[in-house]
């Protein structure tokens, strides 16, 4: 076996007992869907999103004013050509007046006007409320850790406690909250990543799974006949008692490593095979194909809540922007669709809710090598049969440099909404009670609302 690539799709939990596993002969039946069933299904665009150029004023006053500051990255609103072909372009959200989608998720805006799914605009890491006027005069103690900084940024993101300091993630918290309500007789945890070992997953009584999309034993052997024998003595190598605790925790996280793989295996293997076609050539497709695939076998898992973590890069546009957003924006787009798809397929579209995050946005303000720099507030999505689509939440930014939205004169947008205000929107949906909202969300007791109410 492989070692490395064992460490890195292995189950990332520590401890923990293992659940007996089920037996797999008929799960046919069982795959149709545990009654009271919901998933959250994150989508992380690394590096930093320029949102500015994904959902843009299509008015005519609003495009003169994003096209004279854009400048050379300003998207026109009909399809370029030539040598400017692959740009991209404005296409209208029908359902949104006076606004427009980058041409890459046209899939997206299809969805929008579809009513199942919904821009939310300046969102961003808040500690409490904010305005240009506070952050101007240094009240830094509203202000977020290291504003700016790629790793710290998509840490608070992701643990939605503002602090990189938080060792935890909001998803991994949800998990201590509600695991043993909903998914006491599961086999497998909670929450899975099939983009490697992320914050977002981590809890404190409770740990996530970490599964390679297509491969979900995790591990590879090409011996032939003697791979059998070879996973046999790898196991009896764990149950040995060493009486050295960091040998017994790492044998706990490989033990359940094995029980977790297995148990994924047997269950996508006897299952119906999902009939959406999902993008060839497309990473976040393959990644959330898998998740379509577990999800189908939800019922054989004894899974009644489920968090997902999967992600796309690299989104750091400091040059040659256009090009490299309306790559990463056209993989996204059908990526997303194709997963709804699957889950109309399944039946559970309105159990289903996928959301984007990301570092932060861009500078309004184009740099000197046709690119943008780091910003703050930006624009995501949320996609699913639950969430109340075809209107845009939130207040969308002025476009001025130096204006009532712009933490200096780049155009780095203060944001209006914070993360973790986005983030208790979906876990209140999901089942975390109002009760346990500031345990999971340390910060959300400094907000008045905290349910934005797209879902």
Request: aromatic share 8%; with cysteine.
């Amino acid at each position: 076996m492989r070692r490395r690539s064992f460490i890195k799709y292995a189950s990332l939990a520590a401890a923990g007992n293992i659940a007996g596993l089920k037996p797999f002969g008929a799960l046919n039946a069982l795959a149709a869907g545990a009654t009271d069933y919901k998933a959250l299904v994150c989508v992380f665009l690394y590096g930093g999103n320029d949102a500015n150029n994904m959902i843009v004023p299509f008015d005519n006053t609003g495009y003169a004013t994003y096209q004279s500051i854009r400048g050379p990255l300003a998207l026109g609103k009909t399809a370029p050509t030539g040598n400017n072909a692959s740009d991209g372009y404005i296409q209208q959200i029908q359902s949104i007046p006076g606004f427009g989608l980058h041409s890459g998720l046209s899939d997206i805006a299809t969805l929008i006007n579809s009513d199942v799914a919904a821009p939310v605009v300046n969102v961003g890491n808040l500690t409490q409320p904010l305005t240009r006027t506070q952050y101007l005069a240094n009240q830094l103690g509203s202000v977020p850790s290291n504003l700016f900084s790629h790793p710290d940024q998509q840490v608070e993101w992701q643990n939605a406690a503002a602090s990189g300091a938080t060792t935890t993630g909001w998803a991994g918290r949800i998990s201590d909250a509600i695991n043993g309500t909903y998914n006491g007789s599961a086999t497998i945890p909670m929450v899975t990543s099939v983009a490697g070992d992320t914050l977002f997953c981590n809890g404190v009584r409770t740990t996530p799974v970490s599964v390679s999309p297509g491969n979900l034993g995790g591990a590879s052997c090409s011996e032939g006949a003697e791979c059998s024998a070879r996973l046999a003595a790898a196991q009896s190598l764990i149950t040995l008692s060493s009486g050295i605790s960091l040998v017994t925790a790492d044998d706990n996280i490989t033990s359940n490593a094995y029980a977790y793989a297995a148990t994924l295996t047997a269950a996508t293997k006897s299952a119906t095979a999902l009939k959406t076609t999902f993008p060839a050539n497309n990473g976040l497709a393959a990644q959330l194909q898998q998740i379509a695939q577990i999800i189908n076998v939800r019922a054989a898992l004894g899974v009644k809540r489920q968090i997902f973590f999967c992600g796309i890069g690299n989104f750091d546009t400091h040059s040659n922007q256009l090009v490299l957003q309306a790559n990463l924006l056209g993989q996204i787009g059908p990526a997303l669709a194709a997963f709804y798809q699957s889950t109309t397929e399944m039946g559970i579209a309105n159990q289903v809710t996928a959301f984007t995050m990301s570092d932060f946005a861009r500078t309004f303000q184009p740099n000197s090598n046709s690119g943008t720099d780091h910003a703050w507030g930006s624009h995501h999505f949320v996609i699913g049969g639950a969430v109340k689509g075809g209107a845009m939440y939130g207040a969308y930014p002025t476009l001025a440099l130096g204006g009532p939205d712009d933490s200096g004169s780049n155009g780095r947008w203060v944001p209006s909404i914070g993360s973790v205000q986005y983030a208790s929107t979906l876990a209140q949906w999901f089942g975390v009670p109002q009760n346990q909202l500031a345990t999971v969300f340390p910060t959300i007791t400094n907000f008045n609302t905290t349910d934005l109410g797209f879902i």
